[in-house]
């Protein structure tokens, strides 16, 4: 991710209302981020999870975030979450 491109949480959250995907570094692994009714997503590649709102600003609240611009470039949140569904049906 490039320094210049980079933007704080506020400006991540107003992304999100408008239905953008994002991407964070957090320990040298990038993650996806993405809002879904009233939850945040976040999807490393290797896990699949959600946020309330108020976890999500807790945790994220000096992570740094950029647009997704390359569609190709995130995983299919809605395979991922339906593939880790799986385990609770179980």
């Known amino acids: 991710m490039e ?7 506020d400006q991540a959250l107003k992304y999100l209302e408008n239905t953008y995907v ?3 570094v957090v ?10 009714q009233e939850k945040i997503v976040i999807s490393d590649g290797d ?6 709102l108020k976890e999500f600003k807790n945790l ?7 647009l ?3 569609d190709a470039e ?3 949140l809605k395979k991922d979450e339906e593939y ?3 385990g609770k049906k179980m």
Do not use: C, G, Q
Not at 47 to 52: E, I, W
Not at 60 to 66: G, M, P, R, T, V
């Open 27 to 36: 320990k040298n692994r990038r993650s996806y981020v993405m809002k879904k």
């Open 68 to 70: 997704v611009e390359d």
């Open 3 to 9: 320094e210049e491109n980079l933007f704080n949480l």
């Open 47 to 52: 896990s699949l999870f959600s946020l309330s």
């Open 74 to 76: 995130v995983v299919d």
């Open 60 to 66: 994220y609240k000096e992570a740094k975030f950029s």
């Open 22 to 24: 994002l991407a964070t």
């Open 84 to 86: 880790y569904s799986w």
